[in-house]
């Protein structure tokens, strides 16, 4: 009866592997369809007596989720007689001998296809895009190719590095480090007594500089660099061989170093020291200019004239209706400049009025200049410093203090054997416009003009591009001096020029408080003698005998004087920094109504930046007979 059963079982299970391949369907409404795969070793009943067993095993394979066991399967099959017959079998009753296939929905399964089309045309569009990409490099390697240029055009600079490849220059990089280990070994071959080799290297080295010699890239190297360099390489291998010493050579390195260093630091004070001195030197040709004007001027019998025709023009010196600027200076050319520029842009030019005071020195030189080159219709008063009386040491603190052979002492250093090495931190205040009243006349405008209400006063290394008259109208809300800010974040703020540790500063001032410059300035001279702004300059000043407050120059102490009473400008009407950063913005300095070449690269000197001259230059009168004379050329 065993055997029966097994036999019958083992029938049943053939016939449905064919029917249910080919011929079996399920009639259950909307229910999934599902592959069913049937095994059986036919060959060996022996599994039949451990069916439950196997039954059990695959039990959770086949009916791991509960919906399916009550899942009817229809099947034809034929019995023992060979009758066809039809038989209904739930899920849940077969065997172990089944498998479930591909356990997926229909839905689920079309949703599957679905993803992987989308997948593959997206596979498929990366692949062109990539390809789209690798074609378009290719080309562009290929046009750069066509077009590259074997040769370095340009200099190397300081400002800028264009398309830089740590791969340029090798030859010249090469050789210069070359030079250094050779150094190193040719020093411890001679600490060593090798002689032979110590000659060998020196000579070696000596070839490399002379093969480089003033050599910038590999463009300027001659033919034979390369050969020099690899007899240098064998030179260095050879010295290696027969010195290497690890510990010996990174003491060499790290002395060689120290030397650099310090060879570096001498080299940056005294190229400190040597712009400050040409910065603040005053070139031949302006002084030619200086003598010829001034020797003209009393050859020729001016000095009776003008002072009958000052007398003429004195109603328009005092005229508070007429636009006035004030310019103290010492420089003919940079005063011309300023003039010429303020009328050339001015739409009412004869209603400005130019008050210059200069020093004895070039009185004479300025009369000259402006009664020969003069501008049309602007009216111009060139004034004598030493004229002023009333400007004397009992009233002014700073001239006390100027003459004091404590401050003499300070700029010039007499007492110490270098400049340079001693306090290179103060170059900069060793200038000798400190020691000059006209950079401290600023602060006494209402003793010197006491008809006036408003002023204008213009540093002389500035250039006007726009009418100023507008200034004028711009109410300053009772401030006594309007001026452009000159903080940008943390820079340019009282803590820069100021001396916060000093609690006289600390207490009555705010280290953040916002800069400004000088250079182009409206004063309200009314709200100036209201407020008794020059018996303010005086205290600050007394009480920076020792100097313990700021160092010295005219920006700090005008800081303090004016600190509440500064009205903040627009910035397009005063640009700053052309004498000093080569990187302003050129469209700002375009739309400026003044800009200003403060710092030491001033136009009239060959220091001067490039692509800023022209600003300056263009209001140079270059075939005036005095400048020819003097070679002042463009």
Same mark, same amino acid.
């Given at each position: 009866?065993?055997?029966?059963?097994?036999?019958?079982?083992?029938?049943?299970?053939?016939?449905?592997?064919?029917?249910?391949?080919?011929?079996?369907?399920?009639?259950?409404?909307?229910?999934?369809?599902?592959?069913?795969?049937?095994?059986?070793?036919?060959?060996?009943?022996?599994?039949?007596?451990?069916?439950?067993?196997?039954?059990?095993?695959?039990?959770?394979?086949?009916?791991?989720?509960?919906?399916?066991?009550?899942?009817?399967?229809?099947?034809?099959?034929?019995?023992?007689?060979?009758?066809?017959?039809?038989?209904?079998?739930?899920?849940?009753?077969?065997?172990?001998?089944?498998?479930?296939?591909?356990?997926?929905?229909?839905?689920?399964?079309?949703?599957?296809?679905?993803?992987?089309?989308?997948?593959?045309?997206?596979?498929?569009?990366?692949?062109?895009?990539?390809?789209?990409?690798?074609?378009?490099?290719?080309?562009?390697?290929?046009?750069?190719?066509?077009?590259?240029?074997?040769?370095?055009?340009?200099?190397?600079?300081?400002?800028?590095?264009?398309?830089?490849?740590?791969?340029?220059?090798?030859?010249?990089?090469?050789?210069?480090?070359?030079?250094?280990?050779?150094?190193?070994?040719?020093?411890?071959?001679?600490?060593?007594?090798?002689?032979?080799?110590?000659?060998?290297?020196?000579?070696?080295?000596?070839?490399?500089?002379?093969?480089?010699?003033?050599?910038?890239?590999?463009?300027?190297?001659?033919?034979?660099?390369?050969?020099?360099?690899?007899?240098?390489?064998?030179?260095?291998?050879?010295?290696?061989?027969?010195?290497?010493?690890?510990?010996?050579?990174?003491?060499?390195?790290?002395?060689?170093?120290?030397?650099?260093?310090?060879?570096?630091?001498?080299?940056?004070?005294?190229?400190?020291?040597?712009?400050?001195?040409?910065?603040?030197?005053?070139?031949?040709?302006?002084?030619?200019?200086?003598?010829?004007?001034?020797?003209?001027?009393?050859?020729?019998?001016?000095?009776?004239?003008?002072?009958?025709?000052?007398?003429?023009?004195?109603?328009?010196?005092?005229?508070?209706?007429?636009?006035?600027?004030?310019?103290?200076?010492?420089?003919?050319?940079?005063?011309?400049?300023?003039?010429?520029?303020? @009328?050339?842009? !001015?739409? /009412?030019?004869? =209603?400005?009025? %130019? $008050?210059?005071?200069?020093?004895? *020195? #070039? +009185?004479?030189?300025?009369?000259?200049?402006?009664?020969?080159?003069?501008?049309?219709?602007?009216?111009?008063?060139?004034?004598?410093?030493?004229?002023?009386?009333?400007?004397?040491?009992?009233?002014?603190?700073?001239?006390?203090?100027?003459?004091?052979?404590?401050?003499?002492?300070?700029?010039?250093?007499?007492?110490?054997?270098?400049?340079?090495?001693?306090?290179?931190?103060?170059?900069?205040?060793?200038?000798?416009?400190?020691?000059?009243?006209?950079?401290?006349?600023?602060?006494?405008?209402?003793?010197?003009?006491?008809?006036?209400?408003?002023?204008?006063?213009?540093?002389?290394?500035?250039?006007?591009?726009?009418?100023?008259?507008?200034?004028?109208?711009?109410?300053?809300?009772?401030? @006594?001096?309007? !001026?452009? /800010?000159?903080? =940008?974040?943390? %820079? $340019?703020?009282?803590?820069?020029? *100021? #001396? +916060?540790?000093?609690?006289?500063?600390?207490?009555?001032?705010?280290?953040?408080?916002?800069?400004?410059?000088?250079?182009?300035?409206?004063?309200?001279?009314?709200?100036?003698?209201?407020?008794?702004?020059?018996?303010?300059?005086?205290?600050?000043?007394?009480?920076?005998?020792?100097?313990?407050?700021?160092?010295?120059?005219?920006?700090?102490?005008?800081?303090?004087?004016?600190?509440?009473?500064?009205?903040?400008?627009?910035?397009?009407?005063?640009?700053?920094?052309?004498?000093?950063?080569?990187?302003?913005?050129?469209?700002?300095?375009?739309?400026?109504?003044?800009?200003?070449?403060?710092?030491?690269?001033?136009?009239?000197?060959?220091?001067?930046?490039?692509?800023?001259?022209?600003?300056?230059?263009?209001?140079?009168?270059?075939?005036?007979?005095?400048?020819?004379?003097?070679?002042?050329?463009?």
């Amino acid at each position: 009866m065993t055997f029966s059963r097994c036999f019958l079982h083992a029938f049943l299970c053939l016939v449905l592997l064919h029917d249910v391949h080919v011929g079996g369907a399920i009639f259950e409404s909307q229910a999934p369809h599902r592959e069913l795969k049937a095994y059986r070793p036919l060959q060996d009943c022996r599994g039949c007596n451990n069916l439950e067993d196997a039954h059990a095993s695959s039990a959770a394979a086949l009916h791991y989720d509960p919906d399916l066991k009550d899942l009817n399967i229809v099947a034809t099959y034929s019995d023992h007689y060979g009758h066809i017959r039809l038989g209904r079998v739930k899920m849940g009753d077969l065997s172990s001998s089944w498998v479930l296939e591909n356990q997926v929905t229909g839905k689920k399964k079309g949703s599957q296809i679905l993803r992987q089309e989308r997948r593959g045309q997206r596979t498929l569009e990366l692949i062109l895009q990539q390809k789209e990409t690798d074609e378009q490099m290719q080309e562009a390697a290929i046009e750069k190719s066509t077009n590259f240029e074997n040769s370095v055009i340009g200099k190397y600079s300081i400002w800028r590095r264009d398309y830089e490849s740590p791969n340029a220059d090798a030859i010249l990089k090469l050789m210069r480090d070359q030079i250094i280990m050779a150094k190193a070994y040719a020093n411890i071959a001679k600490s060593k007594n090798v002689t032979n080799l110590y000659a060998f290297l020196v000579q070696q080295y000596g070839e490399n500089q002379r093969v480089i010699g003033k050599a910038t890239s590999d463009a300027d190297l001659p033919s034979s660099a390369l050969d020099q360099a690899k007899a240098m390489g064998h030179a260095l291998s050879f010295a290696k061989d027969e010195l290497y010493d690890c510990h010996e050579l990174a003491k060499k390195f790290r002395a060689m170093l120290q030397s650099t260093e310090r060879n570096v630091d001498g080299l940056k004070k005294k190229g400190t020291f040597l712009i400050q001195l040409a910065a603040k030197t005053f070139p031949k040709p302006l002084h030619c200019l200086s003598l010829q004007l001034a020797a003209d001027y009393y050859i020729l019998g001016f000095n009776k004239e003008d002072a009958v025709k000052e007398d003429v023009s004195r109603k328009k010196f005092e005229d508070p209706s007429l636009y006035h600027y004030a310019i103290f200076s010492d420089n003919v050319l940079a005063t011309s400049v300023v003039v010429n520029s303020t @009328v050339l842009n !001015a739409k /009412e030019p004869q =209603k400005h009025v %130019f $008050h210059i005071v200069t020093d004895k *020195l #070039n +009185f004479a030189a300025m009369k000259m200049w402006f009664r020969i080159s003069a501008p049309a219709d602007a009216t111009i008063q060139v004034e004598n410093i030493n004229d002023f009386k009333w400007l004397n040491s009992s009233y002014c603190s700073v001239l006390r203090q100027l003459e004091s052979a404590r401050l003499k002492e300070y700029y010039f250093k007499a007492n110490h054997p270098s400049s340079i090495s001693a306090g290179a931190d103060n170059l900069k205040y060793r200038n000798p416009k400190y020691l000059s009243m006209l950079n401290h006349l600023r602060f006494y405008l209402p003793e010197v003009y006491p008809k006036l209400d408003k002023i204008l006063f213009l540093d002389d290394d500035i250039v006007v591009q726009k009418d100023l008259a507008p200034l004028w109208g711009v109410d300053m809300q009772g401030k @006594v001096n309007g !001026a452009v /800010e000159t903080c =940008k974040e943390s %820079f $340019h703020r009282f803590d820069k020029y *100021l #001396n +916060f540790s000093n609690p006289k500063i600390s207490e009555n001032f705010d280290a953040g408080a916002c800069g400004w410059a000088f250079g182009m300035n409206m004063f309200d001279l009314k709200e100036w003698r209201k407020r008794n702004i020059t018996g303010i300059y005086h205290y600050w000043q007394d009480m920076n005998e020792d100097r313990t407050l700021w160092k010295l120059g005219s920006l700090p102490p005008g800081l303090i004087t004016f600190y509440n009473l500064t009205y903040a400008m627009e910035r397009s009407w005063h640009v700053l920094g052309l004498g000093y950063d080569p990187a302003l913005n050129q469209t700002a300095i375009e739309n400026a109504a003044v800009v200003h070449y403060n710092g030491n690269y001033k136009p009239w000197l060959g220091l001067a930046f490039a692509k800023y001259k022209a600003y300056w230059s263009k209001y140079v009168e270059y075939d005036n007979p005095y400048l020819r004379r003097c070679n002042i050329n463009e």
